[in-house]
């Protein structure tokens, strides 16, 4: 069979290095999902190019298009992870290369390391346009998207452009009738565990001694949603995370805790709610209830979102599966009742 065979242009030899990845892991993974073959042609002039071959044009064009969008991250000067070139495989293997131009170069904020904090999925990219342009956002979907990073650094952007006054971070403590009185030390200590996650995220933009002072001035508060209740929070930015947590009560009286020039973000995944049996959560009713309501945005992520170990995402599929089956079997099995009572009754 004939050779197709396409060519991609490269500014410098630094580029192509953090295309390659270490040992050349993102060009070997491009190369299985594809079945090509690339290889790095250096120019005379000091630019590089890599030659893409292959049996199947479509495959080499597919894999262009996956080199074309790493180049554009690594032309940045940064590195490009394996999760990034997954990813990127993923969307163009299912003909989404399109959407990837939704990225862009928009970065939200910088870490205290001077990271750039930016969308690395278009599921994320469209949550942080939704953060942007709604009063009321719902960021819903399975752990490792970004749903609870991405909002905190929405919220760090919006207290250092001087939009709102105050970061207001709360979550729910599903346990607070029971196990929390036998932690010990002090009511801050009890909670503190439920509420880690979003120290993590604020200790990782804003540095410890700059969040401790924000603290200590009451710019950022961090509170059981208990402490929710008959509050008015105006000029604030507000994050409700786990609210699958959340019962519709809570979910109710946190929503109508709204005030001026506020806006509020609840993150959650209806996967792993920790709730009762038999209690429902509040966060699916409130994604029911306030569907198609302007100015209040109803986001779900997938499993093509998850930004943690690639494993993460097999294991949320695997999971899903099993849940479908297991739903699948149970509607079976009503439907064989039903047929052995209709028959019983003839």
Do not use: W
């Amino acid at each position: 069979m004939s050779q197709y065979k396409k060519i991609i242009p490269v500014a410098s030899a630094e580029i192509t290095a953090r295309m390659f990845g270490p040992f050349d892991a993102n060009v070997k993974r491009i190369e299985r999902a594809f079945s090509v073959v690339i290889r790095n042609r250096h120019g005379g002039d000091g630019e590089d190019a890599l030659s893409v071959e292959g049996e199947d044009s479509r495959a080499v064009d597919a894999a262009a298009g996956v080199l074309e969008t790493i180049r554009a991250v690594a032309a940045e000067g940064e590195a490009v992870p394996e999760q990034s070139v997954r990813y990127v495989i993923d969307m163009v293997a299912a003909g989404e290369k399109t959407s990837l131009s939704e990225l862009g170069d928009d970065c939200i904020c910088l870490t205290t390391r001077g990271k750039p904090i930016k969308a690395k999925t278009v599921g994320q990219k469209r949550y942080v346009d939704a953060i942007r342009k709604n009063t009321i956002i719902f960021g819903v979907g399975p752990a490792g998207t970004g749903k609870t990073f991405l909002a905190v650094a929405m919220a760090v952007k919006a207290l250092r452009d001087k939009q709102v006054s105050r970061i207001i971070l709360t979550r729910p403590a599903i346990e607070a009738g029971e196990r929390l009185g036998f932690l010990p030390g002090d009511l801050q200590s009890k909670i503190d565990p439920y509420l880690r996650p979003l120290y993590d995220a604020l200790f990782e933009m804003m540095g410890p001694e700059n969040y401790q002072h924000c603290v200590e001035k009451q710019t950022i508060e961090i509170a059981p949603l208990a402490y929710m209740r008959g509050r008015t929070l105006d000029d604030s930015f507000i994050i409700l995370d786990e609210a699958q947590n959340a019962t519709p009560e809570q979910m109710k009286m946190f929503l109508t805790r709204l005030g001026f020039n506020s806006k509020a973000v609840i993150t959650g995944d209806l996967t792993q709610t920790d709730l009762p049996r038999g209690t429902r959560s509040g966060l699916s009713m409130a994604v029911r209830i306030l569907t198609d309501i302007e100015d209040i945005a109803i986001h779900h992520f997938s499993e093509r979102d998850v930004v943690r170990h690639h494993l993460v995402q097999k294991i949320i599929q695997a999971y899903d599966r099993f849940e479908n089956e297991s739903r699948a079997e149970q509607n079976k099995g009503g439907e064989h009742y039903a047929a052995r009572k209709f028959k019983k009754n003839q």
